[in-house]
């Protein structure tokens, strides 16, 4: 423990509080990293396809923000897609949720519907944050066969008695072993640094000085953070899918689950609204009937397992499996088709149809950065599990379905982490930004409930809250034109939606199998050729675009 114990003596003395209140020049070290940025067209080794042409970039900024005895820098790997139309606006970055996920991989892969939602007027600049993929990656083991041998076993809070203890416990051995694996960095990835990062593109960009940022899920922390940190250069946020920015630095974001209960009762009325399209629809099922029958079939699983034998292996089937599968699924209503194939599999018996269901949807991220950037920042820190017991209750309360089993993970593991990031943004949540921010909040999300965007909206003076009226995890789950539309005028000519404006989604529930198959998008080439015609190619564009993000992948049980 003389390790542990003089990693963090050293962690905690570098923990400064950042307030809005501090200029731009505070803590930025001009002196140290790059001023401008020298783009190439050779990005052979991002070993990325694009259809648009892609340039990138190695970027320096100072590795250390805090620590003035540290001139050491760290590279930031940017990529960049230009513009489609004139005049050129500037340029927009964006961050895609975890903490965990590829701005890098995000921009690349969905860099046509980033500039029809945009309006085509902006270049995308994509970056990986500090502790994910190319920038200073995160990791708690040194190879996957070490993580098979001493990763701690997890499970679902509710899948027996003892199983928050138990998580309790494997969260005190995850950090041990995160902090051994990656003492050089666990105090060099958070939000506040990677704020400052952002600020530094800015300027380098030499454009205006003022950041644009797209930021969904965990990327509305980010994009909360570097606008009440330097409210000066705002000149257009998006935050979607909104994480509540205050309990965030806490580490025990209660609200996360408030809108997780209405999101599956969501999907069990659209299954009985359209049961021609929904496997679970049998005659004279009701959505009560349903429900119960759900119920049913993971009480059964909490109490026996199922077995799969076979000549060379042995698989289970668990509550833990088939409720997070349940639980994943809930981001995205296009896959609620093949969620009910996959549950009507196992009402009938039938495992091998329900796993042949489970290929479906990717996680885009670095899974330990998820822990490593978020617990470092969070405040809450506890030594017995007796103590945290009536905090987590709370989460219970607020979702009887699923708070156990998805809203305990994210406090558990942090409340026993062993380190501290060296900077953290400490300031009050009341922040005049030089232009208006607009907050992005669905109805019915699983993880980021419309509260959290309500909160995030009183958070910053003249910020409007526009409520889009659908089902899943952020704006492009369930797609609106009026969503889409409204985010295309607020970047182009910084033009707000009214105060309580609501857009109904354009793709009911259970449309189609898959909604690709009833919008096909249009070739790039229209695309382009569309966007300002504001006629109905214009539409098509917008609205596919709002599709295609629900391709994108998420972060499982997290943000």
Known sequence: MQFLSSVLLSAAALVVGVSHAQSYQDGQRPEIG????????NCTSLSAASALPLKCASFQVPLDYVNQDVDNTLALTLVRVDAVKEPVLGSIMFNPGGPGGSGIQYVIGRAQEMLTLTGGQFNLIGFDPRGVNFTLPFTCYNSSSERSAQAPPYTRGNSSDVALGHNFVSAGVSSQHCLRASSDRIGLISTAYVARDMIRIVDALDEDGLLRFWGV???????????AMFPERVDRVVLDSNVNAQQYYTGFDADSNADLDSTLQGFFSGCIQNPSRCALAGNGTTIESLAESID????NLRQTPWATVSDTSVSFLTYTTVKGYIF???YSPSRWPTMARGLQGLLDGNVTAFRETMTSGTATTTPDAIYGIRCGETSMRHDSFEDLRPLLQQVDELSGWGGFDFGTINPIRCSRWLAQAHEVYRGDWQVQTNSPILIVGNSHDPVTPFRSAQNNSETFVGS??????????????QPSLCTAEAIREYFLHGTLPKAGTVCKPDVPLFSTDTWRDAYEPLSLTDTIASLGKRDENEKRALLTAMLGL???????ENY
């Not at 790059?34 to 067209?41: A, F, K, L, P, V």
């Not at 899920?217 to 606008?227: C, H, K, R």
């Open 34 to 41: 790059d001023s401008q940025i020298d783009w190439s067209t």
């Open 217 to 227: 899920s965990y990327g509305t922390i980010l994009g909360a953070t570097v606008s």
């Open 296 to 299: 049913s079939l993971l009480g």
């Open 328 to 330: 994943d699924r809930l």
């Open 464 to 477: 409007v809250l526009l409520r889009h009226d659908g089902y899943g995890h952020g704006a492009g789950a």
């Open 550 to 556: 629900t391709e994108s992948g998420h972060v499982y």
